[in-house]
């Protein structure tokens, strides 16, 4: 006995691969306390930082359309709203591939490429816009390069959740959303790229995609000096097909449309709105905002679902969305800025605390199989990214076609009625399977 205690507290066993763990038992409680929760945390502040980055290399078109105009580019609005668009598009196509590249390849093996990724569209950006006669189907391409930094999440999420136990995923995982989520908020915040690109005399909008350089290398290096690979990790196909084949999958992928895609589909799409509607308004002392409260409140989210159960709280978010969407078009009538912009607040808080929920309801539903509920989650954070592309395709649609965003914002109640009856009639309905599991 006392020998085997003794290898317990010896550190994880190297690999004869460099950067590799070959035993890792977060499980084992001396394991743990003695050497595991150290080389996890090590883990977990270096993949934070990638994945941060990633959001926002990911959202930095948000801010750069605002100012390509008066750059010297001419797009309409609703092209500026496709640049904003296609990087979520490309982001949520990539994290599939991207969730089954930690165990393909090593979680400190795939968090060096993808922090080494963000450089080309960094790069990209910087020579895109430092010429007004550039096309726009040559800017909407360099655009979608951003959606590299979309797929970190998958990826870093993935990684993560192998290195805790089961006690302390939720804790992990939440803060490693919360930290990629954040960078929205650093992106658009006034001292940040607008500041830089501001910076001196003119207008210097190639300095937003290199500003990014310097720190997607510096998250290489970390990773590559810091992280580990585990060899424990293991891509479980059978899970994953066995997932896909759940009608929960995609209900649950549908809700996660409405509360994440709405998350980040506003948070890329709020910067333009607001010069849009009220051109008047110093959009970079607002924008962030909502961004940050919406990242702030997600821990909320799960804390309540615990309390009453994630459906009751998903339901109630999409009641409140609901309710925000028509604040604002009741703003926009009115032309106040002080309404428009305190009815998103309430947007960015109901699908922030809805993000939790979501995701909380998730390993309930799949309490039978924990690996079945960790590849759900794949799927699910994948497709509900789409929402991102979505919302601000509505509103450029809206703008072309009524010359007005109204419209857009009316098709959002109508999908955030729908989704409070999917949720109601395969969570909460008294008869439903999963409401007498509670949800």
Partial sequence: MASTVADRQRPPRQSPRPGWIDDWDPEDPEFWETTGRRVARRNLVFSILAEHLGFSVWVLWSIVAVHLNDAGFA?????????????????????????????????????????????????????????????????????SLAGVGGGNFASSMTNISWFFPEREKGWALGLNAAGGNIGVAVVQAPFVVSAV???????????????????????????????DNLSVAR?????????????????????????????????????????????????????????????????????????????????????AMGLGVLGVVGALRLGSFAAFFGCFLVLFVASGVGNGSTYRMIPAIFRHSKQEAAAAIGIISAVGAYGGFLVPRTYGWST???????????????LYAVLLVVTWACYLRPRAVMARAAV
């Fill in 235 to 319: 891509t479980d196909v059978a899970s994953s097909a066995a997932a896909a084949r759940r009608p929960h999958t995609w209900v649950m992928s549908l809700l996660y449309i409405g509360t994440f895609g709405s998350f980040i589909g506003y948070a890329a799409a709020f910067p333009l709105l607001i010069k849009g509607q009220f051109p008047d308004v110093d959009m970079t002392a607002y924008a962030f905002v909502g961004a940050l409260v919406g990242s702030l409140v997600r821990p909320l989210g799960g804390r309540l679902s615990d309390r009453i159960g994630g459906a009751r709280v998903t339901a109630v978010s999409f009641v």
């Fill in 75 to 143: 797009f309409t609005e609703s092209q500026l709203f496709w640049l904003v668009a296609v990087p979520n598009l490309v982001g949520a196509t990539l994290r599939l591939p991207y969730t089954f590249a930690v165990p393909r390849f090593g979680g400190r093996n795939w968090t060096i490429v993808s922090a080494l990724l963000l450089v080309l569209p960094c790069l990209g950006l910087a020579w895109a816009v430092s010429d007004p006669s550039t096309s726009f189907g040559t800017m909407l391409l360099v655009a």
């Fill in 197 to 227: 690109v501001t910076a001196g005399a003119g207008l210097h909008l190639a300095r937003a995609g290199l500003m990014w350089v310097p720190l997607a290398l510096l998250a290489a290096f970390c990773a590559w000096r810091y992280m």
């Fill in 400 to 414: 072309e076609a009524y010359g007005s965003i109204v419209p857009a914002l009316f098709a959002y109640v109508g």
